[in-house]
């Protein structure tokens, strides 16, 4: 899901302002442990993805106000420099990420994976033609398989973060790279206050309009909340087969690019 912080001028104080009263400011976990697990549970996140996918593309464009093309551009653009051969990008969802990657690097080969049959079944329409139905912990490549991997928006949702990025690692030759797209909470207070205050009391409310399903983006707000971001990203990243991670925020620090190179095995 993607989602961007956008407020009317004469909206944004107040809005600040209740954001601040609800005490935004400070970083909100889910208040029970199964209530995380069942957050980031596969079949949950897998109806949920069937359920928006119809008008998925279209809440994305509206809800970010056109940003999403400018961040997976900016993706496509590092991931160009390393011209891989062979790219993988999971949690490929309705394709966007992978078909700007086509695009950049036209002589790559492009396969996008994801565990959602509905969202794949879009990405084809669109064009994309290498596509697998399988989950992100079990992927169906021998080892050292792909030059680079990519994930946007998709590893936040993923059950076992650690066990994504060993697969990830996995299927990576010895000199591969990664790139990770996610949302993450602005490092500025007043901004984070603000964003919040959107992600959780606005977006679903217009959400509900837009792809008829708001339980899915009160979900988007509740997996922002939980997600490492930053520095925390990068030392899981780095526990898990990578190293010399780069963090680039992006729209004010709510979402963030992150870079890292295979290990050595």
Known sequence: MIASFTTASGGFARNWLVARGLNLSERRQLNWPEQIAHSRDPDTVREMFNRVAIRYDLANHVLSGGCDFLWRRR??????????????????????????????????????????????????RKGLRDTIMADALQLPFADQSFDAVTIAFGLRNMRDWTAALLEMRRVLTQSGHLLVLDFSLPQNSLVRAAYRFYLHYILPRVCAVLTRDKTAYQYLGASIENFPSNRALCDLIEANGFVNTTVTPLTAGIVTLYTAEARAL
């Open 75 to 124: 993706a496509a653009e590092i991931v160009s420099k390393w011209n891989p051969p062979c790219i993988l990008d999971v949690a490929t969802g309705s394709g966007d990420l992978a078909l700007s990657l086509k695009n950049k690097l036209p002589a790559s080969k492009v396969t996008g994976v994801d565990f959602s049959s509905d969202m794949l079944a879009i990405a084809q």
